[in-house]
């Protein structure tokens, strides 16, 4: 079996074993245990702005439609010019309504309802019984159903989403992000299930959190030590948890137990691995898991079992990252988790082919940008081998006008942090808890004043992060310091808030020359000496059905239109040598892995979409900067004739650019050798190539070993 077919038998069977409970144990009593009832279908929806929740409970059938979890109302984006009907940008409240049948469910045990994740708040009624609040739109939330149900009878779910634009008076004016370039979508738009449990146990109310947490370290001597926290709810006399750290064959290399006494919220122990298969990025992303479970006597009452790495990590402000005691340099992507025509409501499968053609780019690192993915995403990268940057959704600004974040949207963004760092805990894939993106570019470009200052509620995220998780540092990324152009000289420096630092920088493309990159850094390097430096984001605008024969330094309309794919693919070319060359930075993360939505972009040929991603929003066209990077970063042979959608051609004379890994590569011109091409860097280049009037086949191919790969594209000579 090749490595990809082996990857991609382990992902369907660690789809298929998805869940944070396993009930399959015979050790569990069967009718205390608990158990997860999945509710995707059976939903109905209406989109109204204006109802009351007495409104939506007495509205009629007819105005209800059937969805299926995960659902959005809204669709953002289209590649054209100018919105149409496939827009959907509508930001107000939508109104969910299930039945839930109560003689389904056991009436000694409690009952709670999951959502994965609600955009942007959400207010949840059960039988008219209003159940609780929760803000914010990426992070798992609970509430408890037991006491509101009708165990004879249907009971009515009503579930209000309320995704409106964050304006002063707003309901969401004090939900983060306040700002960003990208599109809050509104819905129930990752899966809901109800966990039903007996009224002793692994806790369910701790911020959306599984309730079991794991912290390995690895001593000098190469053993390991698994601090384990297990929280429990309403714990009785005579019960115990036991932990068991758990080998890929489902054996125990690990186990002990902690008794406890009534009304004990938190279990505490320590497990001890002699000899552990390190968690080793890419090269061996091994996984553990983490079995605790609450006994009563001999009888097993709960179980959570969750995956964990054992993995020691490092940062360094002149040698970047290390994973296992070995310099790993972090070459990665961002993500946004949007695509064309679904907006947010992804299905596992959307998951999966992203972070598979993440991987098939040679990349090693992914930040979630800006805000927590699904868990499923986090899972993927614990089994693929990626280290992550997750992120707080923390964007732009504190406030709508001069004045530091109030104390309502202080506490949110605590709370969301708190969430995050909770529920994602156990992923080795995670090696940095982001406080903040741009926080002050708003300040920076004087769209507020200097009592706008970000740095009082990045230092309470920061703080909070150590006291949740002192594992893993923090970081932040910046957009301003020291950058080209007219700023606000009150603009404070953040460049030391968090552990780590990563710097947005767009030179070429927003401002400044592109060869300014490198020194920009060093510069840098020189100013925060004891701070371990990264690029967080850089990249430019590429257009799939706009192109130039020339794009070498030409300027291009950065916010609005034409943007050349070829610019695109040049501005990556000249950035990433400089990224690569310095061995001081940890990690670099290209903007971005996909085009995705933003109501502010009227770029390149689309609307509502910003263009920078290597591959479309709609993932069936990988561009040529894609290309440039498989050839530097995967083993894989790669071939790839650049601009093959500039089909349409004016000029005789042209110059052929291919994309690979070998050496040189040979070109023919409709059949005919025309001699082979350097590779330079990755980047084959032949000059003053003449076309013929109409069709023109370009074939390139290379030898890797007793392989010959192959490329080919046709374009057809116009008269001039």
């Known amino acids: 079996m090749n490595r990809s077919a082996a990857m991609l038998f382990a992902l369907l069977l660690a789809l298929t074993a998805a869940g944070c409970a396993t009930t399959s144990s015979p050790q569990l009593d069967r009718a205390a245990m608990r158990n997860v009832t999945e509710l995707p279908q059976d939903w109905e929806f209406a989109y109204n702005d204006e109802w009351s929740p007495s409104d939506a409970g007495s509205a009629l059938p007819s105005v209800w439609q059937t969805v299926t979890l995960p659902h959005t109302w809204n669709r953002l984006g289209e590649y054209r010019i100018g919105r149409t009907e496939a827009t959907d940008n509508r930001q107000g409240r939508g109104w969910y309504r299930r039945v839930i049948d109560g003689a389904d469910l056991d009436p000694a045990k409690r009952h709670f309802i999951e959502f994965d994740a609600v955009g942007n708040v959400a207010d949840v009624w059960l039988n008219g019984q209003h159940l609780g609040s929760h803000s914010g739109a990426f992070t798992r939330f609970r509430f408890e159903l037991t006491h509101g149900l009708d165990f004879t009878s249907d009971n009515v779910l009503l579930v209000r989403a309320d995704n409106s634009d964050p304006q002063p008076g707003s309901s969401t004016q004090h939900v983060i992000p306040l700002l960003g370039d990208f599109f809050i979508h509104g819905g129930i738009y990752r899966p809901a299930r109800i966990i039903s449990v007996p009224h002793s146990h692994i806790d369910l109310t701790d911020a959306g959190g599984p309730g079991v947490y794991a912290v390995p370290s690895v001593a000098a001597d190469g053993s390991a030590a698994i601090a384990v926290l297990v929280r429990v709810e309403q714990a009785q006399a005579g019960q115990s948890v036991q932990f068991a750290a758990l080998g890929a064959d489902g054996k125990p290399v690990a186990k002990t137990s902690i008794a406890l006494t009534p009304g004990q919220t938190e279990a505490r122990g320590n497990l001890a691995v002699a000899r552990p298969r390190l968690w080793n990025g890419l090269e061996d992303p091994y996984l553990y898991r983490l079995q605790a479970t609450l006994m009563d006597g001999g009888r097993a009452l709960d179980r959570v079992e969750k995956p964990f790495g054992i993995r020691s990590i490092r940062f360094d402000p002149d040698k970047g990252f290390f994973l296992n005691g070995e310099a790993l340099r972090l070459r990665g992507v961002s993500r946004h988790q949007d695509h064309l025509g679904k907006g947010w409501a992804l299905t596992e499968e959307d998951n999966a082919r992203d972070m598979a053609i993440i991987a098939e780019m040679g990349a090693n690192s992914v930040r979630v940008a800006h805000y927590p993915q699904a868990e499923q995403w986090f899972d993927l990268a614990d089994r693929y081998g990626m280290v992550v940057w997750a992120e707080v959704p923390f964007v732009n600004k504190v406030a709508f006008g001069d004045a530091p974040a109030s104390p309502e949207l202080a ?180 903007w971005n892995m996909f085009d995705f939505s933003s109501r502010v972009r009227q770029e390149g040929d689309a609307t509502d979409i910003n263009t920078k991603g290597l591959v479309s929003f709609d993932r069936t066209i990988r561009k040529d900067a894609f290309f440039y990077y498989k050839a530097q970063w995967s083993a894989a042979p790669v071939v790839h004739i650049t601009s093959r959608r500039f089909v349409e051609r004016t000029e005789p004379v042209t110059r052929i650019k291919v994309y690979s890994n070998a050496t040189s590569v040979d070109i023919s011109l409709n059949g005919e050798p025309i001699g082979s091409a350097p590779c330079v860097d990755r980047v084959c280049t032949r000059e003053g190539v003449t076309l013929v009037a109409g069709e023109n086949r370009i074939t390139a191919s290379a030898a890797f070993g007793t392989e010959r790969v192959e490329d080919s594209v046709s374009w057809t000579l116009q008269a001039p």
Request: aromatic share 10%; net charge negative; with cysteine.
């Open 411 to 590: 506490a949110n963004a605590r709370q969301q942090m708190t969430e995050m760092i909770r529920q994602n805990f156990n992923h080795p894939s995670i090696v940095t808890w982001g406080i903040g993106n741009e926080a002050d570019i708003d300040l920076a470009f004087k769209r507020l004043g200097p009592k706008a200052d970000a740095r009082p509620l990045l230092r309470e995220l920061n703080a909070l992060s150590k006291r949740e998780d002192p594992s893993r540092p923090t970081v932040l990324a910046d957009c301003c310091e020291a950058t080209p152009g007219d700023k606000a000289d009150y603009l404070p420096v953040l460049t030391g808030e968090a552990d780590l630092m990563g710097y947005n920088r767009y030179f070429g493309w927003y401002y400044g020359k592109v060869e300014d990159l490198g020194p920009h850094l060093d510069m840098l390097h020189a100013r925060h000496p004891d701070v371990p430096l990264s690029v967080s984001e850089y990249g430019a605008g590429g257009a799939l059905t706009q192109h130039s024969g020339h794009p070498e330094g030409r300027p291009t309309n950065v916010t609005g239109r034409p943007q050349p794919e070829e610019f695109e693919s040049w501005l990556h070319e000249q950035s990433w040598p400089q990224i690569r060359s310095r061995d001081y930075l940890w990690g670099s993360w290209i």
